[in-house]
C-alpha cells in the first residue's frame, strides 16, 4: 500500500521501503528529505543507498541529508 510520508518521518523501515522500492522520484526524493531530518544513524545505510537513485534531485538531496548526519563531507 501507499506509504504516507507526512506520517513516517521517523519510520525508517517504511522509508527505506519508499527510496528502493517507489517508483516516483517525487515520493522518493520526501522520504530522503525526512531521513535527513530523522537524526538517526539507521538512516545511514538508505541515504547511501540514495546515491545512486536514478533521479539526481533524489541524489543531491542524499548527498546533503549524509553531510548533515555525518557532519562529515560524503563523497566529492
Do not use: Y
Not at 517507489?22 to 544513524?41: C, F, H, K, M, Q
Not at 537513485?53 to 563531507?73: C, G, I, K, T
Amino acid at each position: 500500500g501507499e506509504v504516507d510520508l507526512d506520517q513516517q518521518a521517523d519510520d525508517i523501515p517504511a522509508l527505506r521501503r519508499v527510496v528502493t522500492e517507489d517508483p516516483d522520484p517525487e515520493r522518493r526524493l520526501a522520504a530522503v528529505t525526512l531521513l535527513g531530518i530523522a537524526d538517526s544513524t539507521d538512516a545511514v545505510p538508505v541515504l547511501a543507498q540514495a546515491l545512486h537513485d536514478e533521479d539526481e534531485n533524489v541524489r543531491m538531496e542524499a548527498v546533503l541529508a549524509l553531510a548533515d548526519l555525518s557532519d562529515e563531507a560524503p563523497l566529492p
